[in-house]
């Protein structure tokens, strides 16, 4: 059964969200912002208005999140003077206790996520490493997992394009992940993901090892302002692949864009490629990958912004192949984050999504270095 100590801390934590958060000032500016969408024209300007919206709706999801622990802990001190009497069992007090701890835990966490680009939605790139079926088998488990996570914290994903691999298994999958804070969160997950296990690809039943990398980026939406420089864009079409269906290998609905791009503060050129396959309607495809771009641009502008600040990552692992941040060890039961030394013998969980943890010791590692 929990004590009084635990209890005590628990309406600690609380006051100290209330205070850090500045929840009583958030009250007030919901109430200001929320005026400003009921004058006569203000949907004649959408761009604005999204904005407006996009505004009210995080603070209301900071003040909805709060009020929640308030309730919460109100509840639990309820039950515990109700043990007393014998009105609650002490289960049913452990089980208020732990629903609790998982709130106030939740809020915290999301408390270290205060960059602009971490309430943003997020593309998630996955591309297999040298090893030709075992590597894109990985990739493809890879995605699985991605996909498992996004659906358990309620984001809506779309595949905008996919590469199979000739056996089995993904070449490349990119996934847009649509929701509050998916980019604050996903983003501990950019870097080489390293696969130890008996492959069923393998005759000899040999122990191997397989690469992946995901990358990373914030989604853009409308409301942020990117410059995209129309000279520097070409497009090419071409039929979809898949399997089935009417369009499919008949209409030239994939899109291909090309972007030249030249870093304006290294001189640096590169051309960007994107391809769009999300639906058979070229536009929309379009569309998409237009919104891919400007999110990719997006985060080199970032990366500059950011270059002070991630100084502190100079001590830790770079971000290439070789250096890998996480190594999945399926026959030994572990999977091990090698920049914060989290790990987990329920390989299980993680692959079905489970990937809270390691999220978590990663924030905390960036929030106690200053990050």
């Given at each position: 059964?929990?004590?009084?100590?635990?209890?005590?801390?628990?309406?600690?934590?609380?006051?100290?969200?209330?205070?850090?958060?500045?929840?009583?000032?958030?009250?007030?500016?919901?109430?200001?912002?929320?005026?400003?969408?009921?004058?006569?024209?203000?949907?004649?300007?959408?761009?604005?208005?999204?904005?407006?919206?996009?505004?009210?709706?995080?603070?209301?999801?900071?003040?909805?999140?709060?009020?929640?622990?308030?309730?919460?802990?109100?509840?639990?001190?309820?039950?515990?003077?109700?043990?007393?009497?014998?009105?609650?069992?002490?289960?049913?007090?452990?089980?208020?206790?732990?629903?609790?701890?998982?709130?106030?835990?939740?809020?915290?966490?999301?408390?270290?996520?205060?960059?602009?680009?971490?309430?943003?939605?997020?593309?998630?790139?996955?591309?297999?490493?040298?090893?030709?079926?075992?590597?894109?088998?990985?990739?493809?488990?890879?995605?699985?997992?991605?996909?498992?996570?996004?659906?358990?914290?309620?984001?809506?994903?779309?595949?905008?394009?996919?590469?199979?691999?000739?056996?089995?298994?993904?070449?490349?999958?990119?996934?847009?992940?649509?929701?509050?804070?998916?980019?604050?969160?996903?983003?501990?997950?950019?870097?080489?993901?390293?696969?130890?296990?008996?492959?069923?690809?393998?005759?000899?039943?040999?122990?191997?090892?397989?690469?992946?990398?995901?990358?990373?980026?914030?989604?853009?939406?409308?409301?942020?302002?990117?410059?995209?420089?129309?000279?520097?864009?070409?497009?090419?079409?071409?039929?979809s692949g898949g399997a089935?269906?009417?369009?499919?290998?008949?209409?030239?609905?994939?899109?291909?864009?090309?972007?030249?791009?030249?870093?304006?503060?290294?001189?640096?050129?590169?051309?960007?490629?994107?391809?769009?396959?999300?639906?058979?309607?070229?536009?929309?495809?379009?569309?998409?990958?237009?919104?891919?771009?400007?999110?990719?641009?997006?985060?080199?502008?970032?990366?500059?912004?950011?270059?002070?600040?991630?100084?502190?990552?100079?001590?830790?692992?770079?971000?290439?192949?070789?250096?890998?941040?996480?190594?999945?060890?399926?026959?030994?039961?572990?999977?091990?984050?090698?920049?914060?030394?989290?790990?987990?013998?329920?390989?299980?969980?993680?692959?079905?999504?489970?990937?809270?943890?390691f999220i978590k010791a990663?924030?905390?590692?960036?929030?106690?270095?200053?990050?």
């Open positions: 059964m929990i004590t009084y100590d635990q209890l005590k801390q628990a309406v600690e934590r609380k006051d100290a969200l209330r205070r850090y958060l500045d929840i009583d000032s958030k009250r007030i500016e919901v109430e200001e912002e929320e005026l400003r969408t009921h004058v006569p024209d203000f949907w004649e300007h959408q761009k604005e208005a999204q904005a407006q919206m996009k505004k009210v709706k995080q603070l209301h999801q900071w003040i909805d999140s709060y009020d929640e622990v308030a309730k919460a802990v109100d509840e639990l001190q309820l039950a515990w003077d109700f043990l007393k009497e014998g009105l609650v069992e002490e289960q049913e007090l452990d089980a208020m206790y732990a629903d609790l701890m998982v709130k106030i835990e939740d809020m915290e966490l999301r408390n270290m996520l205060r960059s602009e680009e971490d309430s943003l939605g997020a593309v998630l790139k996955i591309n297999s490493g040298a090893g030709g079926t075992e590597s894109q088998d990985w990739a493809s488990m890879l995605m699985r997992m991605y996909l498992r996570y996004c659906e358990s914290h309620g984001y809506k994903t779309a595949i905008s394009n996919i590469l199979e691999g000739e056996e089995a298994g993904i070449k490349s999958v990119t996934i847009e992940v649509d929701g509050p804070m998916a980019y604050g969160y996903l983003k501990s997950e950019n870097g080489v993901h390293r696969l130890v296990r008996v492959s069923p690809y393998n005759a000899q039943g040999k122990r191997m090892t397989s690469f992946a990398s995901v990358f990373v980026t914030p989604l853009v939406d409308d409301t942020i302002e990117v410059h995209v420089d129309p000279a520097l864009l070409s497009w090419d079409t071409f039929r089935g269906g009417q369009n499919v290998n008949k209409v030239e609905s994939g899109v291909r864009l090309r972007y030249q791009f030249t870093d304006p503060y290294t001189g640096e050129k590169e051309e960007i490629l994107i391809e769009n396959t999300e639906t058979r309607d070229q536009p929309k495809n379009k569309e998409n990958a237009m919104r891919q771009l400007r999110s990719i641009l997006y985060d080199k502008e970032l990366q500059h912004r950011l270059a002070e600040q991630r100084k502190v990552e100079d001590s830790k692992m770079k971000i290439e192949w070789g250096s890998q941040i996480r190594s999945y060890v399926f026959d030994d039961r572990r999977v091990k984050d090698h920049r914060t030394g989290w790990q987990t013998s329920d390989v299980n969980a993680v692959m079905d999504g489970d990937l809270d943890p990663y924030l905390m590692e960036y929030a106690q270095q200053g990050e």
